[in-house]
């Protein structure tokens, strides 16, 4: 969905003189609320308000945007959170009260996935095998990405610490964010790596796994002859001390 585009982020139908809470922000999210839609579904005006309460707080007076407002019988009416809408933080809350059950609120607004201002988020890339996984453990195991409408770039780096066994198959990055699009197709590159081995740096491109819509495989040039392969276990023996770092920029459905 692109940012730009006002969407429907919440809609409850409450119980009579029950405050409810018709949207919370997700997780790595930002969101600007421009307003809220509220349907009187009977022949007689009543009243409701509307509160925004940041991260989930509990009900006080000060949260309130609208307090006893009146809105007529049979009507659709949109009533606005501040001049030009109001930012919300991942948690924050709009909550609802309405003074009988005939009443229908829609909230407005839009998303902004990542993170505020373009700031990183997290994510723990492991290092996986295609028929059995290798056992590992890690020095560093870090990720970071950022998702601005369904376009996510991910960066990643794995130190080696020890390696118990091999596994079997080609080898994986899982972990990932966001799984990719089903748009994009089977072994479609998105990125590059680079496989440190402890003496030969081998850069080479990172690209969406056959048929795993969560996973990244990669392909290197083992032996530095300029043809490239699938790196797996039988292409390399992964050892302590082996590094893979990499980026790449990919869509997905999320």
């Known amino acids: 969905m692109p940012t730009d585009v006002l969407k429907v982020l919440g809609q409850s139908a409450p119980a009579a003189k029950t405050l409810t809470t018709v949207y919370t922000v997700p997780a790595n999210t930002e969101a600007k609320v421009f307003g809220v839609l509220v349907c009187n579904r009977h022949r007689d005006p009543t009243t409701f308000r509307i509160a925004v ?149 081998n850069a080479q491109v990172v690209r969406r796994h056959s048929g795993e819509a969560s996973l990244l495989s990669m392909i290197y040039d083992s032996d530095g002859d300029g043809n490239s392969e699938a790196m797996s276990t039988s292409t390399e023996t992964i050892a302590a001390g082996d590094s893979i770092a990499g980026v790449g920029t990919y869509l997905t459905d999320d």
């Open 53 to 201: 309460a940041p991260a989930g707080a509990a009900d006080t007076n000060a949260h309130y945007q609208w307090f006893d407002a009146v809105i007529p019988g049979g009507l659709t009416m949109p009533f606005t959170l501040g001049d030009q809408g109001i930012t919300l933080e991942p948690t924050d809350e709009v909550r609802v009260y309405a003074y009988d059950a005939n009443l229908s609120f829609s909230v407005h607004g839009l998303e902004v996935i990542g993170a505020s201002q373009g700031v990183s988020q997290t994510w723990t890339p492991t290092l996986e095998a295609e028929t059995t996984n290798p056992s590992v453990t890690y020095t560093t195991q870090t990720g970071l990405y950022i998702k601005i409408g369904g376009w996510v770039t991910i960066w990643w780096t794995i130190l080696l610490a020890t390696v118990s066994t091999q596994g079997s198959g080609v080898y994986q990055i899982a972990g990932l964010p966001f799984a990719f699009s089903t748009d994009i197709p089977n072994w479609q590159p998105i990125g590059s790596h680079d496989y440190h081995d402890g003496a030969t740096n």
